[in-house]
DNA sequence: CGTATACTTGATCGTTATCAAGGCCTGTGG
DNA sequence: CCACAGGCCTTGATAACGATCAAGTATACG
């Protein structure tokens, strides 16, 4: 019932389930690009530097995070493999973003990436996409984090993280849990007090498994 | 002091700001459009509905809302005059656009915006300025949401309606408080009676002046 | 094996939501 | 002109949710 709760008023978080199907256009931009690999909790760039570059997520999932003066930290989003980042339209980095595990990454120079954009009439409506998808993703935080409880709030991360099942869903999915809690807490707007007891309340009435760490 | 904490973390809300200054070019697409004015609570989009339009702000305040099948609502941004609405790239409306007291809009068909701005090398950054502009408040809607508590986030509120002055911020500023306290309340992730009591308390400490819902 | 890091759990407090009532303004009809 | 209804705003009392403070327990790492 909880889940069902979190998933009845998630209109979106669809950014990633539609990631993988139609987008070869704008990621074979990076295909020649070498690999270059990050490890645990390295800064890959950071806030309010020049975008230099646009970067597509091979594997593993990056942290984008803003900090503030007063030590209390945002997170804006995640993104998973096949999405990009230092894509949106500005000179600058919105957010410091940093390698959650290991995370491997192509990059391509910004100016590149805008012109070879800007050049192709079918990359350029696959852009507008993806921004679209990026616009979405952000309107459902903005509605997470307006009127929703820890529970929903968890359950939303949780169905957001879930490997994308094309039609049949059924109840046994396995959460790669790739992320402390600090980082669920920060995405969520919570304490990671809350989060880890949110988790521990989720077990306890049934909705998830841990399994080492995963559910 | 209120208030000077806002603004120490508010890194954005900078949008409304920027606006004025430079974007005539997108502007101008629309001065040819005939104006069309909205009364007060009058819907001029629906969440979901095919995005034929794309319209500028002349006059007034447009509200954007997401309605729950809960009957919660979200507010996920305002559009003042000089702003554009409808042009997130997309297939659809995010959220029901209405007006809060009259408004007055200038439309373009979405294709023929699409079309101007995709042939005008000049046109085109300015469109991605824009969208820039929009992630960028996005943002900072999730940071305020995220980490804010009433009185942070009805003093930024306050800021972002706030005429924006050039250089010289005199302490005396006038606020044109258009909106209605439900209004405030949703925008801001608050009940409407945490945002009246947060209104009052402004008031009683001194930061803002009330003069028949004004500040 | 010991330290560091991350997670869990408990107790308490504070902020904000909720429920409830009352005041003010506007417009309408007698 | 007054009575009344309906919004909208304010104010109060109470309660719930999550933050905070504080131990305590796993797990990883050298």
Same mark, same amino acid.
């Given at each position: 019932? *909880? /889940?069902?709760?979190?998933?009845? @008023? *998630?209109? %979106? &978080?669809?950014? #990633?389930? !539609?990631?993988?199907?139609?987008?070869?256009?704008? %990621?074979?931009?990076?295909?020649?690009?070498?690999?270059?690999?990050?490890?645990?909790?390295?800064?890959?760039?950071?806030?309010?530097?020049?975008?230099?570059?646009?970067?597509?997520?091979?594997?593993?999932?990056?942290?984008?995070?803003?900090?503030?003066?007063?030590? %209390?930290?945002?997170?804006?989003?995640?993104?998973?493999?096949?999405?990009?980042?230092?894509?949106?339209?500005?000179?600058?980095?919105?957010?410091? !973003?940093? #390698?959650?595990?290991?995370v491997?990454?192509?990059?391509?120079? &910004?100016?590149?990436?805008?012109?070879? /954009?800007?050049?192709?009439e @079918?990359?350029?409506?696959?852009? !507008?996409?993806?921004?679209?998808?990026?616009? /979405?993703s952000?309107?459902?935080?903005?509605?997470?984090?307006?009127?929703?409880?820890?529970?929903?709030?968890?359950?939303? +991360?949780? *169905?957001?993280?879930?490997?994308?099942?094309?039609?049949? =869903?059924g109840?046994?999915? #396995?959460i790669? *849990?790739?992320?402390?809690?600090?980082?669920? !807490? =920060?995405?969520?707007?919570?304490?990671?007090?809350?989060?880890?007891?949110?988790?521990?309340? +989720?077990?306890?009435c049934? #909705?998830?498994?841990?399994a080492?760490?995963?559910?």
């Amino acid at each position: 019932m *909880l /889940v069902a709760n979190a998933v009845s @008023r *998630l209109p %979106s &978080r669809i950014p #990633a389930a !539609a990631n993988d199907q139609a987008r070869p256009g704008l %990621s074979s931009l990076f295909s020649r690009q070498p690999v270059e690999t990050f490890g645990r909790g390295e800064t890959i760039c950071r806030d309010g530097d020049p975008a230099l570059h646009v970067f597509e997520v091979a594997a593993g999932i990056v942290r984008v995070a803003k900090v503030f003066s007063d030590g %209390s930290r945002v997170i804006p989003g995640f993104f998973q493999p096949g999405e990009f980042f230092g894509t949106s339209p500005g000179e600058r980095y919105l957010g410091d !973003a940093e #390698a959650i595990g290991e995370v491997k990454l192509r990059r391509l120079s &910004r100016n590149g990436f805008r012109q070879a /954009v800007d050049r192709c009439e @079918r990359l350029r409506p696959e852009f !507008a996409d993806w921004l679209c998808r990026e616009m /979405v993703s952000a309107q459902a935080r903005t509605v997470l984090l307006a009127c929703k409880n820890a529970e929903e709030r968890v359950c939303d +991360l949780l *169905l957001a993280l879930a490997p994308q099942v094309g039609g049949a =869903d059924g109840p046994a999915r #396995a959460i790669e *849990l790739s992320m402390s809690r600090v980082n669920m !807490a =920060d995405y969520l707007g919570l304490t990671i007090e809350t989060a880890s007891r949110t988790m521990t309340n +989720l077990i306890g009435c049934g #909705a998830i498994r841990s399994a080492g760490w995963r559910s």
